[in-house]
C-alpha cells in the first residue's frame, strides 16, 4: 500500500459542501484509477487515466470531477453530494503497456467518505 | 455488466484448514486477477493468470483457470488468522485499463 497514497483516510462533510480526494503513486506508473467501493456491491470503476488523459468516464455524475496534472497525481473534486455517494474511494495505478491485457493495479488504502 | 462472480460470499474456517473460493464469469478474458481486501482497506493484488495458462502457484496460494467453464479457483493451503478478508477476482475482458471485479468472497480464519 505504500505505493500509492491517498488523503485524506477519513472525510465527513454535508451535501453542500466542496472537498476534493488526493492520490499519489511513487511507483512510476502510467495510468491511474479511481474506483468507487459501497457495501454489498462490486468495485465500481469511475475514471481512467493513461499518460495524464482521460480514456474512461464510466457514467460518473458531474458531481464528480476527476483531475490529473501529472503521471504521478490523481484527484477527486466533489461538489454537493448527496447521501448515496457515501462510500470507500480507491485510487489505483498500473503500468500500462500499450494497447492489450491490463495489467496488475495497485491500491491506495482509500478514503472513506461520509455524506450527511 | 457484471464479470466477475465470486462463490461463496462468505467462509468460515478453522486455523490450518484450507479455504477455496470460486470465480465465474460470462464473457472471453485475456486475464483473470485475484486481489485480497482487509476490512476497509485497498485491494493488494495477490496473483495473475493468463488465459492460456491452467494453473499457477505463489506461496501457499493455488490458482487455477478453466477457460470452457469461464471459472477460477483460489485455494489458501494452511489457512492463518491473518488470511481473514475478502478476496476478489477481476477480469480483463480486453478493454484497455479496464478490470471489472466481483463482489468478493469474505474469508474468515477462526485461531
Known amino acids: 500500500e505504500t505505493g500509492v497514497t491517498q488523503t485524506p483516510r477519513h472525510l465527513v462533510m454535508g451535501m453542500t459542501n466542496k472537498k476534493s480526494l488526493k492520490c499519489e503513486q511513487h511507483?512510476?506508473?502510467?495510468?491511474m484509477y479511481w474506483y468507487k467501493q459501497s457495501a454489498k456491491k462490486p468495485l465500481e470503476l469511475m475514471f481512467v487515466?493513461?499518460?495524464?488523459?482521460?480514456?474512461e468516464n464510466n457514467s460518473v455524475p458531474s458531481r464528480f470531477s476527476p483531475e490529473c496534472p501529472n503521471s504521478s497525481h490523481l484527484f477527486l473534486h466533489l461538489h454537493t453530494l448527496q447521501p448515496e455517494d457515501s462510500a470507500l474511494y480507491l485510487c489505483?495505478?498500473?503500468?500500462?503497456?500499450?494497447?492489450?491485457?491490463?495489467?496488475?493495479?495497485?491500491f491506495g488504502p482509500g478514503t472513506r467518505l461520509t455524506v450527511l | 455488466s457484471q464479470q466477475g462472480e465470486e462463490d461463496p460470499q462468505a467462509l468460515s474456517i478453522q486455523e490450518g484448514e484450507n479455504a477455496t473460493m470460486n470465480c465465474s464469469y460470462k464473457?472471453?478474458?485475456?486475464?483473470l486477477q485475484w486481489y485480497r481486501q482487509n476490512s476497509g482497506r485497498g485491494l493488494v493484488h495477490l496473483i495473475l493468470?493468463?488465459?492460456?495458462?491452467r494453473e499457477k502457484h505463489s506461496g501457499r496460494l493455488r490458482v487455477t483457470l478453466d477457460t470452457s467453464k469461464k471459472s477460477s479457483s483460489l485455494l489458501i493451503t494452511a489457512s492463518r488468522a491473518a488470511d481473514t478478508a475478502s478476496y476478489f477476482c477481476a477480469t480483463d475482458g480486453g478493454s484497455n485499463y479496464k478490470l471489472t471485479f466481483g463482489k468478493g468472497t469474505l474469508l474468515t480464519v477462526n485461531p
Open positions: 489505483a495505478s498500473s503500468q500500462d503497456q500499450g494497447r492489450g491485457p491490463t495489467d496488475t493495479q495497485y
Open positions: 464473457t472471453s478474458i485475456n486475464n
Open positions: 493468470i493468463r488465459s492460456n495458462e
Open positions: 487515466y493513461n499518460f495524464k488523459e482521460q480514456t
Open positions: 511507483l512510476g506508473h502510467n495510468a
